[in-house]
């Protein structure tokens, strides 16, 4: 994704309540963005870096990007003259992120999201490659959006009673959690996180109907998953077995034991593999254990 497509894309997600809340009268369909140029540039440098700087347009703050010594603002210009970007001071993220702007921004984050995904849902059931080899779940996402990105859980692929089918994450057709999600739980409780609330997808993206089909399918997922993983932006990417580790990883290895429990930098990205939490593995538990017990320490999460 470039900057254009990005601004064409925000340009859809714009509504009411992400105006600020002090001047939402002055919102209407001819000036969409108003009062928006500080969640935009957050957005801006959530996808392209860079720094956030403030301006003044009169007594208004006006925020916008400065990305390799360039002004971006994609933020249309509801004024009636050019806007000057050589008086400006960089401004922290976190400074920015006060209560309410924090809402706001995580509305139009979600929203974007949601809009990408779905683009990349529409590639997967319209995708040829794995004709005959799978079941596919029309309409349903791909991705499961969690209270924020900062982990994102990779699995192997769905299963054919599983989150795609009843629409609730880690639960089978019934409604009944996993034994998966029940370790998985446990092992999060260690790092005070909800499964539940964990943004989660799989290598391969539709339901393969025998297992010896999961490699040439991973194959032709592979590009669609790290498409996925460019519009989450996790902080850490933590994936659930060996299938979905060697789906990722840039290099081969022997053992998965080899691997398992360390932190990998790729493309950007931290990965870590784990343990498959599924009871059946011997390890889904207990070898998990001092994983998460280091995760905790490590990573600000």
Excluded at 178 to 202: A, H, M, N, W, Y
Excluded at 236 to 246: A, V
Excluded at 266 to 282: R, V
Aim: proline share 5%.
């Amino acid at each position: 994704m470039c900057i254009e497509e990005l601004k064409n894309e925000l340009y859809m997600c714009y509504f009411k309540d992400l105006c600020n809340p002090k001047v939402p009268d002055n919102w209407s369909d001819m000036n969409q963005s108003f009062e928006m140029s500080a969640i935009i540039s957050l957005i801006v440098n959530d996808y392209f870096g860079g720094e956030l700087c403030k301006t003044y347009i009169g007594n208004r703050s006006h925020y916008f990007n400065l990305i390799n010594n360039a002004a971006i603002d994609l933020t249309p210009n509801p004024f009636d003259y050019e806007i000057e970007y050589k008086e400006y001071k960089i401004v922290d993220r976190e400074e920015m992120l006060v209560e309410d702007t924090r809402n706001r921004y995580m509305k139009l984050k979600v929203k974007l999201m949601e809009r990408l995904l779905n683009k990349v849902d529409e590639n997967v059931y319209s995708c040829k490659s794995c004709d005959k080899l799978v079941e596919k779940f029309p309409k349903a996402s791909t991705v499961f959006l969690g209270k924020d990105n900062n982990i994102v859980l990779i699995g192997e692929a769905p299963a054919n009673n599983g989150w795609r089918k009843s629409h609730k994450l880690w639960c089978d057709v019934h409604g009944k959690v996993l034994p998966s999600g029940v370790v998985l739980q446990k092992l999060f409780d260690q790092i005070d996180r909800d499964i539940f609330e964990t943004t989660f997808l799989e290598a391969v993206k539709c339901y393969p109907l025998e297992r010896k089909n999961l490699k040439i399918c991973s194959k032709n997922c592979k590009k669609i998953m790290f498409e996925q993983l460019k519009i989450l932006n996790p902080k850490l990417i933590i994936t659930l077995g060996e299938f979905p580790t060697r789906s990722l990883l840039n290099f081969k290895f022997d053992k998965f034991r080899d691997v398992v429990g360390n932190i990998y930098e790729l493309e950007g990205y931290k990965i870590l593999p784990i343990y498959h939490p599924s009871p059946i593995s011997p390890k889904s538990y207990q070898g998990n254990i001092p994983i998460f017990e280091k995760l905790k320490k490590v990573c600000d999460l």
